[in-house]
């Protein structure tokens, strides 16, 4: 990082914030009477850089293993990691996915511009509600499914993820003891796959 001497007092105080949360957003400075000229003064001096529009981090930053999980938390916070994107943040796949998947509440709105690629599904009632974890990281709260719903979210959604994912999910996540049989069970029943999930179930338990 360049050096730091010529930041005024409220500059300085604005890097440590964006050093302590990992991602500033523009509109944390408002509650704390910071203007956002301040934002565009640290860049200028090379000592912020801006990730997408209203997201920025410290430049040279250490990158996180959950980083793009905080920016996009930060830029939709009603949304939920699923998918491939959960079962690697739960360590239960060998897939690198190369986009963020998002579960949304409705259709009334979706992710389109931001840090990072999405891929979006959609879910109503408890297929979306149900086994939400919140996570802090670096002080984001970040929501993702738990092991088993994510599992029954990938054989709804094995068209899209692939049969073989799914059941590979099924596998590590018993293996790992991460979920129980029935928990796994009392999920797909909520998403509607229990007919599906109960053979590849009943072959490896």
Not at 133 to 162: L, M, S, W
């Amino acid at each position: 990082m360049k050096k730091t001497s010529t930041l005024s007092p409220q500059e300085r105080e604005v890097l440590d914030l964006a050093q302590s949360n990992g991602v500033l957003r523009a509109r944390d400075l408002a509650g704390r009477g910071y203007p956002r000229s301040t934002l565009n003064r640290l860049m200028k001096k090379g000592v912020l850089q801006r990730l997408s529009r209203g997201l920025y981090s410290v430049v040279d930053a250490e990158i996180t293993e959950h980083q793009t999980l905080i920016e996009v938390a930060k830029t939709y916070p009603d949304a939920v990691v699923c998918l491939l994107s959960a079962l690697l943040f739960h360590n239960l796949t060998t897939q690198l996915p190369r986009r963020v998947w998002l579960a949304v509440e409705n259709k009334a709105w979706a992710p389109r511009k931001g840090p990072v690629r999405f891929e979006v599904v959609w879910l109503t009632g408890r297929s979306f509600s149900e086994g939400i974890e919140i996570h802090d990281i670096q002080g984001v709260p970040v929501r993702v499914y738990n092991p088993a719903k994510t599992v029954a979210d990938c054989f709804k959604f094995r068209n899209r993820v692939g049969t073989d994912v799914a059941v590979e999910a099924l596998r590590e996540t018993l293996r790992e003891r991460r979920a129980t049989p029935a928990e796994i069970m009392g999920y797909a029943e909520i998403c509607q796959v229990s007919t599906v999930i109960r053979p590849y179930l009943e072959a490896l338990i």
